[in-house]
């Protein structure tokens, strides 16, 4: 058998890749990790990183000596592993922490033929010594409708990032001051109270309808620093009912909880929009708390303004979610029990 460099059109992936060709169903590449990556960075601490690559490509026989990666079985899923390692490389190279979710994310962008350092290394705000990036192929395509559109709809399930996302661009647009203020809203629907019927002051009964809100920019702000931007009018935080009659100028405006608007409110937070302003609305239509029959304005806007230009939808699915493992999993029966009714 001679080693020859091999040839896959992706020459990033295979860099100091050799290939053996033992046979139609068997090949063997040996890879080489740069001197300029951090070997104990790459494999984890106690090759945790190296135990998950050999978990997941558990059909191939994986050996590391020094800087030297050895790996033999069916040539498509080496391939398949060479174009992970390849990937890891580059978020590496872009100081990005490799660990067992990198891994498994990678992999996952990998077999559905997207690069993952494009999508995982897309860097939308660093603060406080973190970055906050979008981690799926989902996510990143929310992103970027959310930078080219005037206004975006995010729809999908809990822990798929909607609100989140959406929350570190409006910091993002206002930092690099694209817009001179952040307005964050949510309907206030729970067991069919309103407001009104609250205990306390105006901000005790606005502040349950807030919280996730409030816990977001908490994330991405110096937490001192929020009282004075809600002072001063450059970040409002308010229930739905207050947005009637206003135009928003020079803003971003996030809806929350936007399932829990009724057609009507969802037409008049629409027709707030100014100049100079986006707006981004998010939801989960399995999740509406409006009563009895009442229509969620979420339900029918796709119908209502499906073509527009300038304006666009964004699905988000059990995939996307990205809280503890534990929540994909009861996403996805809750959407097979769903579409066994």
């Not at 020079?250 to 629409?270: G, S």
Request: aromatic share 6%.
């Amino acid at each position: 058998m001679n080693p020859t460099d091999s040839d896959t059109g992706d020459g990033a992936a295979r860099d100091d890749a050799v290939t053996d060709t033992q046979g139609a169903d068997r090949d063997t590449v040996r890879l080489v990790i740069p001197d300029s990556i951090d070997l104990v960075a790459f494999f984890g601490p106690g090759e945790s990183n190296l135990r998950a690559l050999e978990k997941t490509f558990a059909d191939l026989d994986i050996h590391v000596r020094a800087n030297q990666v050895q790996v033999t079985g069916n040539p498509k899923r080496v391939e398949a592993f060479v174009s992970v390692i390849g990937e890891l490389k580059k978020l590496h190279a872009a100081g990005h922490r490799i660990n067992e979710e990198t891994i498994e994310r990678v992999t996952t962008f990998s077999s559905e033929g997207a690069a993952a350092s494009a999508v995982l290394g897309t860097n939308i705000l660093s603060t406080r010594g973190k970055s906050i990036r979008p981690k799926t192929m989902g996510q990143h395509d929310y992103v970027r409708a959310i930078r080219n559109h005037t206004i975006t709809f995010g729809i999908g399930p809990a822990g798929t990032g909607k609100t989140y996302l959406a929350m570190a661009m409006a910091v993002n647009a206002l930092q690099h001051k694209e817009v001179s203020r952040i307005i964050l809203t949510r309907p206030a629907v729970e067991a069919g109270e309103s407001l009104g019927y609250l205990p306390g002051t105006l901000n005790d009964k606005i502040d349950p309808y807030v919280r996730p809100l409030y816990d977001a920019l908490h994330d991405m702000v110096d937490p001192e620093s929020i009282p004075l931007l809600i002072e001063t009018g450059t970040i409002e935080v308010a229930p739905l009912a207050y947005m009637r009659g206003r135009t928003l100028n020079d803003a971003f405006i996030i809806l929350d909880e936007a399932q829990n608007t009724t057609a009507e409110q969802m037409k008049m937070f629409l027709t707030r929009l100014g100049f100079g302003s986006r707006m981004v609305v998010t939801g989960d239509i399995s999740q509406i708390d409006l009563p009895g029959k009442t229509r969620s304005g979420l339900k029918v806007v796709r119908d209502i303004l499906d073509g527009i230009e300038d304006l666009q939808f964004c699905e988000l699915g059990s995939k996307d979610v990205v809280r503890h493992s534990l929540v994909t999993k009861i996403v996805e029966a809750y959407d097979l029990w769903g579409n066994a009714e």
